[in-house]
C-alpha cells in the first residue's frame, strides 16, 4: 500500500481567459476540493487591477468547482479578464483517492506497460494492439479511472469536449 500525502488548503489566484465567441456566467476552476472563494475581479485584461464582484452576484459549486453569476450578468471578454483567489485542498487524503492510487499501483505492477500490446516485431517494426486497449482511460482501468474522476474538476480525467 502507497502513503499518499494531502495537500492542506492552499489559496490559488488563478486568471481566466474569456472568449469572444461565447457569453460566459460560469467559470469553471482549475482545481478540486475547492473550500471557499476569496474574491472575483473582472476587467483584468487592461493590466489595472480591476474591479471586485460583489459576494452576492456569484456563487461557488463546490462539488463542481465553478463559480456561476447570479446577478444576471456575464464575464467580459478578454485574455486573463477574470482573476479568481481560492482555498482549495484537502486536510486528509479521501479515501476512494488513496484506493485508486492502489489499485493503479498494483495495475503497473502487474504488467501494465505490456497492456494493449497483443504481438511485436523488431526488424520493420511493427506491432499488434489487443482488442482491450480501448477500454483503458488515461491508461489506467475504468473503475480505477472513474475513482479518481470525482477528485477532478470538470468530469475528471475522461477526455471531455469543448462544450463541457
Known amino acids: 500500500m502507497i502513503n499518499l500525502t494531502a495537500q492542506a488548503d492552499t489559496v490559488y489566484t488563478e486568471n481566466y481567459d474569456i472568449p469572444m465567441a461565447y457569453t460566459i456566467d460560469e467559470l469553471k476552476l482549475i482545481r478540486g476540493g475547492v473550500v471557499s472563494v476569496t474574491e472575483v475581479r473582472t476587467g483584468m485584461s487592461g493590466g489595472g487591477s480591476g474591479s471586485v464582484l460583489a459576494a452576492t452576484s456569484y456563487y461557488l459549486d463546490a462539488d463542481n468547482a465553478m463559480i456561476k453569476r447570479t446577478d444576471y450578468c456575464y464575464f467580459d471578454i478578454g485574455r486573463q479578464e477574470v482573476q479568481v483567489q481560492y482555498t482549495a485542498g484537502f486536510s486528509t487524503v479521501p479515501e476512494?483517492?488513496?484506493?485508486?492510487?492502489?489499485?493503479?499501483?498494483?495495475?503497473?505492477?502487474?504488467?501494465?506497460?505490456?497492456?494493449?500490446?497483443?504481438?511485436?516485431?523488431?526488424?520493420?517494426?511493427?506491432?499488434?494492439?489487443?482488442?482491450?486497449?480501448?477500454?483503458?482511460?488515461?491508461?489506467?482501468?475504468?473503475?480505477?479511472?472513474?475513482?479518481?474522476?470525482?477528485f477532478v474538476p470538470g468530469g475528471g480525467i475522461v477526455p471531455r469536449t469543448q462544450e463541457q
Open 96 to 150: 476512494d483517492l488513496q484506493a485508486a492510487a492502489n489499485l493503479a499501483v498494483i495495475y503497473f505492477m502487474e504488467g501494465a506497460p505490456k497492456t494493449g500490446l497483443k504481438s511485436e516485431k523488431i526488424g520493420r517494426y511493427s506491432y499488434t494492439r489487443s482488442e482491450n486497449a480501448d477500454d483503458l482511460v488515461a491508461g489506467l482501468p475504468p473503475h480505477v479511472a472513474a475513482m479518481v474522476n470525482q
